[in-house]
């Protein structure tokens, strides 16, 4: 009977064996992905039928397209028309669940995501597209007084702050306290903060004309301010010198070379870029911060060195030191690429295109690893050598306001009306969906003739307390 026993308890074990052999090579790899932003996005999309199970996290619920989040937040778009939910975006995708939830730990040991619920992910691929956040450069208690703009609720936020200014200045007796309220100070002369600024001004003189009786919003002032010599410091200079004399025609006064020292309530205290003229405190109402990023805090959760900004430094397939399994891309990434002499090695900057090429890159690097044979694995590749993450860069766009922007093309140079044009349908190609094309085609064609913004809307009540000017 023993013996019998412990043949029928061999047959038990070599079945289950067998069995867990069989249901390990039907199960398919697990593709993590962190961030639906452009680089998640992309990723996820150049793996559609990949023989893989991939699994989208994201703290909202749905894909933005940011280079005009500005344009909601000065009230000339509705959110829905630049974006998308993830869900309705990836439904197609039979390999794709689409999870909303936010981060809280990754273990590279044991290949799992821990999520704020208390869930764990395990995974056999991670690719990390956090994206990025606001950085006030060791000063974090000046977001309270000047948000910047990275999410839908920042925009919304900072929309009531401007629609609020003016109606501020509309009920409050005090000159003075007008003249701040009718103050609007951009901090960083990049594309975000020359695209703010020349909105901002277009509202004042044209949107909300003849709407007011006791004020003038044509009187309000729209400060830019940079630290370095020229705005759009990326451009070449002349296409920024440019770009500064259409913001000066629009009736944005623009300031270089000074530097912010100080915000707090009502007031921005800056000096100029030596120092030697002391400091100036501006009365200002509303406050933007597009001085600067930094890489999303979850960077550090991959336990990596970090640069300045805190972005993870990757090796030419976007993978991080010792994990041939995990890619960081986006604005997360410190990444390097190939310039067109095939030698020289540059930073990849943090655009959206460069995102979107990073994630195809590394849903490719996941597809050729796959056809990999079994047990092998992708040897780390530095940036310079063939196969390597190549950033093609197809120019950069900024736009200043009504029929003034700058296009730079690499081999073409163009500023003024035709290349507002240029940069309204290359926008208008880029974003999510027919219908989000079309309705924004249509608001835009709308807003252009009749210099009418309708997004108006203020859904919170107006401040308990009037601004004040005088210091406790």
Known sequence: MAALAGRLDGQNRRMSTSNSSKGSLAARPRVLVIGCGFGGLAATRALVGAPVDITVIDRSN???????LYQVATAGLSAPSIAAPIRHMLRGQRNVTVLMAEVKGIDRQQRQVHLADGQSLGYEYLIVAAGATHS?????????????????????????????????????????QQRACLSFVVIGAGPTGVEMAGTLAEIARHTLKNEFRRIDPASARVLLLEGSPRVLQALPPELSAKAAAQLRALGVEVRTGCRVVGIDAGEVEVETGDGTVGTERIPARTVVWAAGVAASPLGRMLDMPLDRAGRVHVDGRLNIPRHPEVFVI???????????????????????????????YAASQILQSLRAPQG?????????????????????????????AVADLGFLQFSGYFAWLFWL????????????RLVVLMDWAWAYWSFQRYARVVAEPVDAEPLSLTKP
């Open 425 to 436: 349908f290359v926008h208008i190609y880029f974003l999510i969906g027919f219908r989000n």
């Open 62 to 68: 749905h894909h933005l397209f940011q280079p005009l």
């Open 330 to 360: 986006g604005d997360l990434a410190a990444a390097q690429s190939r310039q067109s002499d095939g030698r020289t090695l540059k930073s990849v900057p943090g655009v959206s295109p460069a995102a979107k090429q990073m994630g195809a």
């Open 376 to 404: 092998q694995v992708l040897p780390p590749l530095p940036a310079d050598a063939p196969g390597a993450f190549r950033y093609r860069d197809y120019g950069a766009l900024a736009t200043i306001g009504r029929k003034a």
């Open 136 to 176: 006030y450069f060791g000063r974090d208690e000046w977001a309270t007084h000047a948000p910047g703009l990275k999410t839908l609720q920042d925009a919304f936020a900072l929309r009531a702050r401007v629609l609020k200014a003016f109606e501020q200045a509309e009920s409050s007796p005090d000159p003075a």
